[in-house]
C-alpha cells in the first residue's frame, strides 16, 4: 500500500509499505478514507521528537471496515468508522475508569498511553495510508451513521481535535455563560472555540497572530485578538470588565512564539498569558503539547522540558490547571450526535482536501504556517 512515511527533519515521502494484516483475533483492518494532517505532527516532522525514520505518520483517521479478526463482534466489513487518536485497550485500569489516553497496554511497561503514527506512543503505524490495523477494534471503533461518506471531512475531526477542543474546556472547568479565553488558533484552538459556543459560553476570545485563522475564529462568533498588534492579557481584561476570563484554554504548546522578537520560540509565553488574563479562582485547561525533554529547545530550562512559570502569581490567584492528552473515547459519541443533528460543523476549519500523493507538498505549507493552510485532509485512493 502507498504511506506518508517519515524520512528525516522536514522530509516525507509517499512510498509503498506492507499491507497491515490481522494480526490478534481482537484486530480489525480500515480502508481509509480520510486521514488529517495534524499540528502535532509537525513536531516529529521538524525532527523535535524521535520519530524513527520509516515509520508512518497520522493520527486522525476515519475508513470503512475492510477485515475483522474472529474475536470481533461489533463490526463488520462496510462499516464506516472514525478511529481515536488513543491506542486503548479497554480494559485496563485506566481504560476501566475512561482514562484511554492513558492505557496501560498499548505501549511500553512504565509509559502510560499509545497512539497511531506518534513518536513514544508504542509501535502502531499511522494511517495516512490506504489501510491501517487496529487493536482492540471492537473497543476502539466509532460507528457512524449512514450520513457517514458525505460528512466525513465533519467526523474525521472525531479523532483528535475536536475531542480534544472540547477536552480544553473540560480541563479549565468551563461552565454555560462564562468568558472563555483560548491561546491558540490553529485547528485545536478553532475546535476549543467552537465547543465553548456549543457548551454556552458567553464570550469566547481567540488569541493568535494569522490574519487567516483569526478568521476562522471570528466566522464562528468568537472575538479575535491578534497578539502581534496588541497586548493580549490588556485586551482580555478590558473584555471582561477587569476581571478576567473564567475559563482558559491552552491550545499551542512548547513551540509558541513570541511575534516581537522575530518569530522566535518562548515556550512559557502562553502559559503565562493565561496566569495573567485568567480570573482569580479560573481555571486553565492545558492540551498544547509540552514535552519532557526538547533538545532543540531555546535555552536550558526548555531542553530540560521546563518552563519559567509565574506560580507565584498562579498560587495568588487561586487558579486550577488540569492538563494532558485528551481520552477521545469520552466524547466522541457524543461530537458525532452533534454533528449528526446539525448542532456542530467542525469542518469549518478545512482549507483542503488533498490526495495521498500531495503530501510531501501538504506538509511543506502546513509546517511553514502559510497564509490559508490551517487544516489539510488527506483522502488515500482518490
Sequence with gaps: MKAVVYRGPRQVAVENVPDPKIERPTDAIIKITSTNICGSDLHMYEGRTD??????????????????GPAVENLKPGDWVCIPFNVSCGHCKNCERGLTNYCLKSNQPGIAGGAFGFADMGPWQGGQAEFLRVPWADFMCLKLPPDAEQKQSDYVMCADIFPTGWHATELAGMKPGDAVVIYGAGPVGLMAAHSAMIKGACSVMVVDCHADR??????????????????????????????????????????????????????????????????????????????????????????????????????????????????????????????????????????HQLSLDQAPDAYQHFDERDHGWTKVILHPGS
Design 214 to 351: 483569526l478568521k476562522l475564529a471570528e466566522s464562528i462568533g468568537a472575538i479575535a485578538i491578534d497578539y502581534s498588534k496588541e497586548d493580549p492579557v490588556q485586551r482580555v481584561m478590558d473584555l471582561t470588565h477587569g476581571r478576567g476570563a473564567d475559563a482558559g484554554c491552552e491550545c499551542v504548546g512548547y513551540q509558541c512564539h513570541d511575534h516581537h522578537h522575530h518569530r522566535q520560540e518562548r515556550p512559557n509565553l502562553t502559559m503565562n498569558n493565561l496566569v495573567n488574563s485568567v480570573k482569580f479562582t479560573g481555571g486553565i485547561g492545558v492540551v498544547g503539547v509540552f514535552v519532557p525533554q526538547d533538545p532543540g529547545g531555546p535555552d536550558d530550562l526548555a531542553k530540560e522540558g521546563k518552563i519559567a512559570l509565574d506560580w507565584g502569581m498562579l498560587w495568588f490567584k487561586g487558579q486550577r490547571v488540569a492538563t494532558g492528552q485528551c481520552p477521545v473515547k469520552a466524547y466522541n459519541r457524543q461530537l458525532r450526535d452533534l454533528i449528526h443533528a446539525g448542532r456542530a460543523k467542525p469542518s469549518f476549519i478545512v482549507s
Design 51 to 68: 520519530f524513527e525514520q520509516g515509520r508512518v505518520f497520522g493520527h486522525e483517521n476515519l475508513g470503512v471496515v475492510m477485515e475483522v
